[in-house]
């Protein structure tokens, strides 16, 4: 987590408009949090580059392995479901995930309810699921099981059998950042104690990408070229570090 | 399937001898955790290409090298007439077994026995059809003179060739060569659901040891194979794999397959399961036979 203060403060600081108004409160979370979703998605498309780096024995080991560094920044939002928000829905067939929070699903498991094993449900092609169901050789079983996405939810070859549930691995959204405060002789004073605060819900390591987005959205907002165009920069000279 | 307690080893029938096999599911498991994934040659691939590619291997593997030969003893009825183990492919021996001795005597195959269907047809030899147009079959002609117990028999004289190896006493024919139709334990044909006998085999007891494709089980938690062919077949399922990739260099498949055909050799003298004692009794043997 990166402190939403210091960040607010930070990105004034350098807008030269100290909580004079220029950019209230609430264009403020808004940028803030358009920041942190680009600055999310693209480290699944850096995560790529650097497993491929790391194929061509690019980077090394230890502090100089950049995949794991990466895998460091996404792990934060690596979670697992519970049998009460990944139930299974009779009528229709099909397992569903009842939370408000599942961004992009990675592995599914079928779990023993004893033994607590656990074996890997493989996602198959939907265009060859009917080649699978029906092949005599490997179609799917209680042993290598599969799913397959319909819409939301999972639906999951062969069905269930009694005594086993199935346990979603998923990214879940990156929380909403919030800067809270009170208005304090008509200017907005921080608010630390504020039950809906919300820090910058990102790796540390992404500070520096998330002041540089968010100055960008606040350049364009106060139409500041130079302010776009100095943020871009850097934004140029992070990513040339970086590769 | 690893090392057990040895008390739930021996107290528990069904894991005699497990440790010399590998399950299906470890097989599986191994491969994808060792030879898939980023940063290998196979690189991300479906685990259903792999267990495809497994039991593909685990077939042919069974078939030739690995020697897991199952037996069944057969009653025969009256058309002399056995169906196939439901988890036959091949035969390794057919043999009757002597009820006065207990040896199993080892019968041939004889192409020439009669197995094929008899169309049935009228006076005029026009052939008969049923109401949906499909020829009618009666029973042909050398089965029908097999179930009347026409029984032919052999006796031993001096035509009769005592085979040194045990593999039945042979009359010779006129060119002195040994013909294997003529084996004088009897004989039989395969069709495609079962064996077909000659007469010699009325009322005998009938051992059939065969092969089958090692997926008989028909579940995955039960398809094992022995340890020492474990490292081929991970070579074959590479080779497999990489042959059906597109963007492999045709030398890395090369490559694949001589690893492939080495440890498969490798693997094939291992389960012969030759010993040095064995060999020094044979050579010891050769000396006897010269002297």
Known sequence: MISINKTYEVVMFLLQKNNYGAIPPSQFNAFAELAVYSIFESLFYSDNLDTLKKGNHLTNSQYADLKKIREEQIDVYSIYSTPSNFIFDAPSGLWKFIGNDLYRATDLSLVNNTTKKKVSIEMGLKTQLNYAVNSSINPPNIYFPEYYRVGDDFKVYPEVITGHYVELLYIRKPKTPKWTYNIVAGNPMYNAGASDKQDVDLHISLYEKLIVKILQYCGVSLREIDIVQMAEGEEVKIIQKQS | ?291
């Open chain 2, 1 to 291: 399937m690893g090392a057990t307690n040895p008390q739930i080893y021996y107290e528990d029938p069904l894991r005699h001898g497990e440790y010399k096999y590998v399950s299906f599911l470890d097989l599986v498991n191994n491969f994808i955790d060792n030879m898939t994934g980023d940063d290998t040659l196979i690189g991300q691939i479906t685990r259903r290409k792999v267990i495809y590619q497994m039991k593909q291997g685990i077939r042919q593997f069974n078939t030739s090298n690995l020697r897991e030969v199952k037996g069944c003893e057969l009653e025969l009825n009256d058309t002399l007439t056995a169906i196939y183990p439901p988890d036959y492919v091949s035969y390794v021996s057919v043999s009757y077994v002597d009820q006065s001795t207990g040896k199993l005597m080892t019968m041939n195959i004889n192409p020439d026995l009669n197995t094929f269907p008899a169309f049935l047809q009228d006076n005029n030899a026009n052939i008969l059809f049923d109401h949906d147009g499909y020829i009618l079959e009666g029973t042909s002609m050398n089965a029908e003179l097999e179930s009347q117990q026409n029984v032919i028999t052999y006796e031993f004289d001096d035509n009769c060739f005592n085979n040194a190896l045990g593999y039945g006493n042979y009359h010779r024919n006129t060119n002195f060569r040994i013909d294997a139709t003529k084996n004088i334990n009897g004989s039989f044909n395969t069709t495609n659901e079962g064996f077909h006998f000659s007469s010699d085999a009325i009322s005998k007891v009938i051992m059939l040891t065969y092969v089958s494709d090692g997926l008989e089980s028909n579940d995955d938690k039960n398809i094992k194979i022995n340890k020492l062919a474990e490292s081929a077949l991970y070579a074959y399922v590479k080779w497999q794999l990489l042959t059906n990739k597109g963007n492999v260099q045709e030398y890395i498949v090369k490559r694949a397959e001589r690893e492939y055909i080495a440890l498969y050799r490798n693997a094939t003298i291992k389960l012969m399961n030759i010993r040095h004692t064995d060999v020094m009794f044979l050579l010891n043997n050769r000396r006897n036979w010269l002297r």
